[in-house]
């Protein structure tokens, strides 16, 4: 059964600062991983999708990185703002038949002005 | 494109009724997966379905059950509703078995 830990739970910075979030699973045996942006109340906004085969991914100030092999990826928020105020969550798609995906249980990320 | 749309809102439920909640995809995807996310944690898979056929189920009572219509929109029943329902329910939608996953805004159910 996959695991997935997102570690630290909630994370609070000075604005300006960079954002390391981490995200790490249990079953390397995965097709993708996603990053997603969860607003209080709010559905979930996709940030940046990781193929298996891929090592990183960039769009904008967001930069993941995909280690499969140890079980890791890591989110980086370059010069943070006030607006990225939010929960971060990563979510794993497995290979074969396993539709679901697993999800962290976030990391919630205060900017502050 | 409006993206997935999910309805009602909110809704408030007593102990026993039934709920009906509804999902539309995205434009151009087949793929619907509901999800339940209770409050401080990740959402819980609960069903995924491709043409109008049940693909997974996850690890919910019989209680919870699911539908997609030819259009690919999706229904979500949950029966004799208890206070461990309230979450929020988040409609998924996808093009293919492996596409990006596009969420909804979801509904929040509240069981009193």
């Known amino acids: 059964k996959q695991e997935v830990t997102q570690i630290p739970a909630a994370l609070s910075v000075p604005e300006g600062e960079n954002l390391v979030l981490n995200c790490s699973f249990t079953?390397?045996?995965?097709?993708?991983l996603q990053w997603f942006r969860q607003d209080p109340g709010k559905g979930l906004t996709s940030l940046l999708l990781?193929?298996?085969?891929?090592r990183e991914q960039t769009s904008g100030r967001l930069n993941a990185s995909l280690d499969k092999s140890s079980g890791r990826s890591t989110l980086y928020i370059a010069a943070s703002q006030p607006g990225d105020s939010a929960t971060y969550l990563c979510a794993v798609d497995p290979s074969g038949n396993d539709y679901k995906l697993s999800f962290g249980a976030g990391t919630t990320v205060t900017v502050r002005a | 494109d409006a993206g997935v749309t999910q309805s009602p809102t909110h809704l408030i439920k007593t102990r026993g009724q039934q709920v009906t909640l509804r999902c539309s995809p995205k434009s151009g995807h087949d793929t619907v997966s509901w999800y339940q996310q209770a409050l401080g944690q990740g959402p819980q898979f609960i069903f995924q379905?491709?043409?109008?056929?049940?693909?997974q189920r996850g690890n919910f009572p019989d209680r919870f059950s699911a539908r997609q219509f030819p259009n690919y929109s999706s229904e979500l029943n949950v029966n004799a509703l208890l206070l461990g329902d309230s979450a929020l329910y988040l409609c998924?939608?996808?093009?293919?078995?492996?596409?990006?996953?596009?969420f909804g805004p979801g509904t929040r159910l509240t069981v009193t």
């Open positions: 379905y491709y043409e109008e056929e049940e693909r």
């Open positions: 990781i193929q298996s085969s891929q």
């Open positions: 079953d390397s045996a995965i097709y993708n």
């Open positions: 998924a939608s996808s093009p293919a078995r492996y596409g990006e996953q596009y």
